[in-house]
């Protein structure tokens, strides 16, 4: 897969599955025994648990959108700089809902020959998000 090709499917797993919830996308862009490890603390296998996951962020975030504010493609890997935000519609961390805006930015980083279908190899999608949201406003403004 070259880097244009790497660079799109990160960018429609985002703008697609995530900020479309589109989870017909799932099948076409992830391996079937990838394992997501999501920034919220949760880990999911395969495209039932990650379309789970989705649904789960959705549901305590209104209107959630992942916003890619860099974006840097090398040797078969992806690391991206984001910023993720929605209205804080349902319960989560143990803080019921609020409506206020929640957001927090983190770093994503996608060895996406493990996990993207059009490359090589399957299993664990080898992707990290830093915990930045545990300084951000999800502490402490928005549900404070």
Not at 75 to 99: D, K, S
Not at 124 to 133: C, K, L, S
Request: some cysteine; overall charge positive; glycine content about 12%.
């Amino acid at each position: 897969m070259d880097i244009s090709s790497i660079r799109a499917a990160v960018q429609s797993f985002y703008a697609d599955i995530w900020n479309q919830r589109d989870k017909s996308k799932i099948s076409v862009l992830l391996h079937s025994d990838f394992t997501f490890r999501g920034s919220l603390g949760h880990t999911r296998t395969g495209h039932e648990g990650f379309a789970s996951y989705v649904d789960f962020v959705h549901a305590a975030l209104g209107n959630y959108c992942c916003d890619i504010l860099d974006l840097i493609v090398e040797n078969r890997q992806a690391f991206a700089r984001m910023r993720f935000h929605g209205i804080h519609l349902g319960e989560i961390f143990g803080y019921a809902p609020t409506g206020k805006l929640v957001e927090w930015t983190g770093e994503e980083g996608h060895a996406s020959q493990q996990a993207m279908k059009p490359c090589v190899g399957a299993g664990n999608m080898n992707r990290w998000g830093n915990r930045i949201w545990k300084h951000s406003r999800l502490q402490g403004q928005s549900f404070g």
